[in-house]
C-alpha cells in the first residue's frame, strides 16, 4: 500500500510564497510520473501540475503555468508556487500516478492520493 504525505502548505499573503512537498511510504516514487491537484471549496478537483518519471517532462494547468514549478528527486516531488493570488486558495493533493502514464493531467490516471494540505492565499 502506498501512502504518500504533503507538507508545506499554510496561510500567505497575496504575491506571496510556498513550496508545498510530498513523500511517499511503501512504493518508491521514482519509476512513476507524479502530479498535484487542487480542490478549492464547492469545485471540483483540477489539475495542476505534472512530472514524468524521469523528471524531464513537465506540464501545467494554464492558471498556473509562469508561477508554479513541479520538481522531483528520488525521495520526493516538490511544487513551487510563486505570485500567488486569492484564487489558488485550495487543498493540495499529491497523486501517484498508474504504471506506464508518461504526462499525466487528469485524475483517472494517478491511482494513490494523499490526504492533501490546506493553501490559503489572503488578499
Known amino acids: 500500500q502506498v501512502q504518500l504525505a504533503e507538507s508545506g502548505g499554510g496561510l500567505v499573503q497575496a504575491g506571496g510564497s510556498l513550496r508545498l512537498s510530498c513523500a511517499a511510504s511503501?512504493?518508491?516514487?521514482?519509476?512513476?510520473?507524479m502530479g498535484w491537484f487542487r480542490q478549492a471549496p464547492g469545485k471540483e478537483r483540477e489539475f495542476v501540475a505534472t512530472?514524468?518519471?524521469?523528471?524531464?517532462s513537465t506540464d501545467y494547468a494554464d492558471s498556473v503555468k509562469g508561477r508554479f514549478t513541479i520538481s522531483r528527486d528520488k525521495a520526493k516531488v516538490a511544487l513551487q508556487m510563486n505570485n500567488l493570488g486569492p484564487e489558488d486558495t485550495a487543498v493540495y493533493y499529491c497523486?501517484?500516478?498508474?504504471?506506464?502514464?508518461?504526462?499525466?493531467?487528469?485524475?483517472?490516471?494517478?491511482?494513490?492520493w494523499g490526504q492533501g494540505t490546506q493553501v490559503t492565499v489572503s488578499s
Open positions: 497523486a501517484q500516478a498508474r504504471p506506464g502514464r508518461g504526462i499525466a493531467t487528469t485524475r483517472e490516471d494517478y491511482e494513490y
Open positions: 512530472i514524468t518519471w524521469s523528471g524531464t
Open positions: 511503501g512504493r518508491t516514487l521514482s519509476w512513476y510520473t
